[in-house]
């Protein structure tokens, strides 16, 4: 059974830094690419940022150059370190596969960002 468990979430102020893991198992998580998503209040689940089996990554035009994805294939964990949040930024934070599968969506882990 998979099971992805998001971590690291929080409340920050207008500014700060917070760094997200992602810890999988039930899965051989070198092989795929992974992906983290957020959901904010009345809004649709988005892809936030993305990394190969290979390394390479991927961002979405909201977040570059404030997130970084990465991933430690030793530990089955993926991590996204978030810097200069906004308050545009708070919402639940998800790990998943990309593209995602349906089963895998844990319980997220909360980012707010104060103003």
């Known amino acids: 059974q998979v099971q992805l468990v998001e971590s690291g979430g929080g409340l920050v102020q207008a500014g700060g830094s917070l760094r997200l893991s992602c810890s999988a198992s039930g899965i051989i998580f070198r092989l795929y690419t992974m992906g983290w998503y957020r959901q904010a209040p009345g809004k649709q689940r988005e892809l936030v940022a993305s990394i190969t089996s290979g390394g390479s990554l991927d961002y979405a035009d909201f977040v570059k150059g404030r997130l970084t994805i990465s991933r430690d294939n030793a530990k089955n964990t993926v991590y996204l370190q978030m810097n200069s949040l906004k308050p545009e930024d708070t919402a639940l934070y998800y790990c998943?596969?990309?593209?995602?599968?349906?089963?895998?969506w844990g319980q997220g882990t909360q980012v707010t960002v104060s103003s």
């Open positions: 998943n596969l990309n593209p995602p599968r349906t089963s895998f």
